[in-house]
């Protein structure tokens, strides 16, 4: 009997195993009907602007930021509900977006097809039963996809969240009248193009002849239909599309401007509302993110490209506001952020290809101080380009000056030449400090213009005894600007974040460390440095000062270690550029040898890579460049690639759309020729002809490579005319001399 019952219990084990064994491989992916630990609620209120907040007392009471909405497709709707949703720029029209509920009939069809009929006509395979929602163009855009610009695919955070067993859902429609258009499907959905619960039909909304389109979003359904589904099957991540200002914003040139104002009005209240009940529910384990996918139409001819965000719940804390490492930026963050804030809170491992970091709150400053950072931002934004056109041109007539006299012997007196190259290269430096004096507009900019002049340049240069020589007046200035920009980083950057040379953060490209305007500065003033000091010490007629070539090794090996730190410069052409311009400087004092400076150049540009992968492994301070070097090491050669594709794109791109960029390259080529084909005995020519080369390296390193050449040509272009202008000064005062006598 014994017998037999093992025999029993070892064919029931075997069973079991068989059954187990039965269960698809994929079932580990597929969502679970567990109730969630934890539940993230992303509203989307699109077109909010930061001046409604006043009047939304419940927004007012979250933690709130400053929300840069730059997308990869310009300020479009689409482009920017992609962008937030897929974590990286993207770029996507209104009508590449088709999603529906899984039993709702599609429009414009002879008879009745049900959207799950489509779906599997579509994939081939049906679609998981319950009340989920489809995106039907799911298929379409995957095939789409640019593969050359970020790893990952569409639905990858859907892919994410049904890994861990946790559910997505979506409510809430965008549609106009006839125009069909959901959307928040973008957030929730897998790459199935499923999205597991919700609903994005018409149901959501309630009749209403007194609104745009006879409609408006019904908040008692919405909030019915989620109370349903969270008491059956909850979802962890749960999106709500309030699309009411939308929809007024689409309609606004129909309405007279009373009425589009009390309707906005009326809006704003039925949204504070619908978020004020969310916010009552909120607590360590329940995150409310508010977000504007794109701003206001008022925002928009303003040029103000910051919509609002506001969190609480978590950790959240209150009366402060947000931050997050991709901008290491007070008060404001991007779109790249939300959906990595919450897979954080989640516990989901954020999708490769996601370039954005979680929001944190910080209490350095307080909610009521974003409208003056808001204002400041927008005051860079909008005035930059003015001050840099005026910039460009002061280094137009300094250049042109100083040729004419050279080549021609006409125009500008030598004299005038020479002060105008100075005022050029000693820009930089005032603009940099620019921020110090709180400039409010362009008569106070002028003035702290001029200021700065006369603290950094005339006074220096009448009551200083080094500053009686070029070589002594650029050490003063390269010195100067070396330390000033090194200290300010070492600091945390403040002045590099709001001076108009620098950075701009609502284009987005950059939001801390050093930018390519100033690296290429920073770059050519090293070499500048490098090169007065042996023409001073060569003038002087004084035994050439020890070690002076190591010492610059030294610093050219620390800065581009500087460079390539996340922490501090996070600029990975500029370590590459400072590498190369080091050993090209070196080489050139043996002109003779062009091997010894290709032998030089490969092994600094080696050498560079290697700090820069070592420098940015996985426990470093999270930065684009750390991310990058990640996608690096884990994909391999086809992460090179996709990396090279985008470098090359923006540097196509620099010669598309400005002619300058061509007119600056032609004058490079043209000042290398001259300077190989015509080497002057000055002692400082070899390392401002190193300098000159390093300007190469710079173009083809950096994306924006037009701009560092540009910069770095100030500091080895320009003090090589000023030693010529210099050169016929002393030959005209010897000139006169003997005219006197």
Partial sequence: MNSWKKACAAWLAACCLSIVGAVPANAAHLPQSNAPERQALLVLVNRLSNDDIQEMPHLQEMARGLLNVNTGGGHTDGSAYATLAFGRPTKMQESAVLAFNASEALPKRASEVPASAMYRQLSGTPAREGDGVLLLSMFKQQRQQDVRQWAGTLGTFGDAMHSQGLRTAVYGSSDRGTSTWRPAALVTTDSLGE????????????????????????????????TRTRSQAPAALVVFDLADLYRLETYRSKLTEA?????????????????GTLLSKTDANHLLLVASPE????????????APIAMAGGQTQADAVLTSATTRRVGLVTNLDVVPTIADFLHVSKPTGMIGYPLTTTSKLKPSALNTLKTSIIWTYTHRTVLLVFVGVLVGLGFLA??????????PSVSFSRRLLWIVMAMPLCLYTL????????????????????????????????????AGRSIWISGWTIGVVLFDIWQGGSLSKSSLLSYDPIVGARYYGVGNEYMGILVGAVALFYGALLHLQATAKKSRVPFVNLGFLLTGALLTAFFASPALGTNTGGALTMAGTTALCLSMQKRRRPLRAVVGLTLSLVGAVGLILWLNQSSAVPSHIGMATHQVLSGGFVEVLRIFSRKSEMFVRFFTTSMWSTVLLAAYGVFLWFLFRKPQDF???PALMGGALGAAVGLLTNDSGVAVTGMMLLFTLFPYLLLGLERMQQELDIALGHRES
């Fill in 195 to 226: 999205t597991d619960l919700g609903d994005v039909s018409a149901r959501l909304l309630t009749p209403d002849p007194m609104r745009p389109y006879g409609v408006r979003t019904d908040y008692q359904q919405m909030g019915n239909e989620f």
């Fill in 259 to 275: 009425r589009y104002r009390a309707l906005r009005t009326e809006t704003l209240q039925e949204i504070d509302a619908f978020v």
């Fill in 295 to 306: 701003v206001s139409t008022d925002a928009a001819k303003q040029q103000e490209w910051l």
């Fill in 402 to 411: 100083a040729l004419l006299r050279l080549l021609l012997v006409t125009g």
């Fill in 435 to 470: 921020p110090l004096w709180h400039a409010r507009n362009f008569v106070e900019t002028g003035a702290v213009l001029v200021a700065s002049l006369l603290l950094f340049l005339a006074i220096p240069f009448r009551i200083l005894s080094i500053t009686q020589s070029v």
């Fill in 683 to 685: 002692p400082a020519a």
